[in-house]
T-cell receptor
């Protein structure tokens, strides 16, 4: 099992350019997440998909869009990149939360390091 | 609402103990602990639910104090492999969004 994979690993964009970050998981998980990580800020949730066909905003959704293409794949799109979006982006997946239970363990991909000039 | 972690950073010698705290101004439903080594993805350590539960994983254990709205991660007889940034993640109630803390950077020196 590859677990959670992300492409690309590194990317440099100019302000105003667009791009899509790809994420796929092979663990048959229902829930998938996109986080950004900035120094001193921890991991902040951008968007998540609790199950196939649903997406919801997280803490910092502005400037991003997502698509849950199927159960395996969850992509993140930057329509018009800005320098403030320079960050490391992590995708994660987990089992669907059990009724009455806590959020399940999240499994993270290796990350995409994005620089916007 | 992001939980608070303390200390922000700690430096240890191999074999020493450390405690990392995660606290909230709101009642906690669950606390999750993850470790991230430099340049790698975060990796799950353990989950604690409200009720004062304590869990352990080899020489790493954690407690959850509901009254203090705080969880503590205990690293005993630290090893070089323990170096990394430790994040707590919290839920304030069932169904609420899960939020990570800012992290505590732990460095273990030989």
């Amino acid at each position: 099992n590859a677990g959670v994979t992300q492409t690309p690993k590194f990317q440099v964009l100019k302000t105003g350019q667009s791009m899509t970050l790809q994420c796929a998981q092979d663990m048959n998980h229902n829930s998938m997440y996109w986080y950004r990580q900035d120094p001193g800020m921890g991991l902040r949730l951008i968007y998540y998909s609790a199950s196939e066909g649903t997406t919801d905003k997280g803490e910092v959704p502005n400037g991003y869009n997502v698509s849950r293409l199927n159960k395996r794949e969850f992509s993140l799109r930057l329509e018009s990149a800005a320098p403030s979006q320079t960050s490391v982006y992590f995708c994660a997946s987990s089992q669907m939360r059990a009724s009455g239970g806590p959020t399940d363990t999240q499994y993270f991909g290796p990350g995409t390091r994005l620089t916007v000039l | 609402q992001q939980p608070v972690q303390s200390p922000q950073a700690v430096i240890l010698r191999e074999g020493e103990d450390a405690v990392i705290n995660c606290s909230s101004s709101k009642a906690l439903y669950s606390v999750h602990w993850y470790r991230q080594k430099h340049g790698e993805a975060p990796v799950f350590l353990m989950i604690l639910l409200k009720g004062g539960e304590q869990k352990g994983h080899e020489k790493i254990s954690a407690s959850f104090n509901e009254k203090k709205q705080q969880s503590s991660l205990y690293l005993t007889a630290s090893q070089l492999s323990y170096s990394g940034t430790y994040f707590c993640g919290t839920e304030y109630d069932y169904g609420q969004n899960f939020v990570f803390g800012p992290g505590t950077r732990l460095s273990v020196l030989p």
